[in-house]
């Protein structure tokens, strides 16, 4: 059974070709550039043997359906459109709001939904509906899901997801936390508690996603109890260019000082700030590298880094009251030793301890990174979206079919 998972951003279409239940990836690849004049499509699939082969097509693609068009060749071309058909198409969704707490089969009054949500996410869910809208018209017969990043946190209570503001922000205006990553903190946590053969509603969790975005989730019993990012991905941890928890009265204050308009603070809040804020650098190797040198401000960026997530760290164990397992994952958490080391590095008193040779392996799959008899484990678990779109999507028309 093959599962198409798209992920149409602004000027980009994503998707991966995935065979399940093996979720084995048998075709991906990515349209760029989609209405500048220098598009293209890169497209991978593998060959008979499951070798990769890539392709490069740098051709015009006004819009989304020209990117959607030249997908659907490729994928013709290069033998990747599966013989048997397609079971169904699973899209990537940013903002569900308060009504998805799960995937949804694609309807208009779903559609509708997502398009009433865009004000909450207004650069991510219309590029989001426009390859919903794209692919409806290509595909009118196969059953299509939406599957929210911010579903997985809808189980957060009250108390963690209400600012303390006025009634009616929250009322009118749908202020509160949301939270994101979902599908990559649901993910890692599935994973996490097969590696240690536990039911995941067994388990509490802290999982951290570094990228170049980041958040940390508190997960009891297999639930999210609580999250870093906010109303928007703004809150929470240090990241690339992001600036996370701040006192929001520095906006009154910069914009009195110094006449900055809301649209140019909030630029330099998202695009400005975190690592790149402090040191000028947003990739954390090159930050890295950086302060290995010598680099003062360099070092304080990995620092001020690191000592954000520890403070998340203490704070989500007094929210879970027992820690089963700590998970890094993402660019940063799957690929950084040097960052895990420093992140857990005075955490003992919580049973954080980590193992400086395992904590080193190098390793593609699921890594146990603890000390031997440490009371909580400190994995390292690769993240997979789209696997967990394709997962979530086929659950979706299953139950769907047995109604
Ligand atoms: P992602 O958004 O998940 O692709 O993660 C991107 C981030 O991961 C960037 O800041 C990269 O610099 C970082 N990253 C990838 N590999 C490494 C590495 N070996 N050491 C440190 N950071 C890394």
Known sequence: MNILVINSGSSSVKYQLVDMPSERVLTRGVAERIGEAESRLVHRWRIPGGEWQDMQRDEPLADHHD?????????????????????????????????????????????????????????????????????????????????????????????????????????????????????????????????????????????????????????????????????????????????????????????RETGASPASLEDALNKDSGLKGICGENDMRTTRELADAGDARAQLAVGMYCYRIRKYIGAYCAVLGRLDALVFTAGIGENSPEIRAQVCSGLEALGITLDTGRNHRQDDGIIEIQQAAAPVGVLVVPTNEEIEIARQTISCIETISSR
């Open 67 to 255: 990117a959607f068009r030249l997908i659907g060749t490729a994928m013709q071309e290069t033998g990747a459109m599966p013989t048997a058909g397609l079971a169904g198409i699973g899209h990537r969704v940013v903002h569900g709001g308060e009504r998805f707490r799960e995937p949804a089969l694609i309807a208009p009054d779903v559609v509708a939904a997502i398009r009433d949500m865009s004000p909450l996410a207004p650069l991510h869910n219309p590029p989001n509906l426009t390859g919903i809208e794209v692919c409806l018209e290509q595909f009118p017969e196969l059953p299509q899901v939406a599957v929210f990043d911010t579903a997985f946190h809808q189980s957060m209570p009250a108390h963690a997801y209400r600012y303390a503001l006025p009634e009616h922000w929250y009322s009118e205006h749908r202020v509160r936390r949301y939270g994101f990553h979902g599908t990559s903190h649901h993910y890692v946590a599935e994973q996490t508690a097969a590696h240690l053969q536990r039911p995941l509603g067994e388990l509490n969790l802290i999982t951290l996603h570094l990228g170049n975005g980041a958040s940390a989730a508190a997960i009891r019993a297999g639930r999210s109890v609580d999250t870093s990012m906010g109303f928007t991905p703004l809150e929470g941890l240090m990241m690339g260019t992001r600036c996370g928890d701040i006192d929001p009265a520095i906006l009154f204050y910069m914009s």
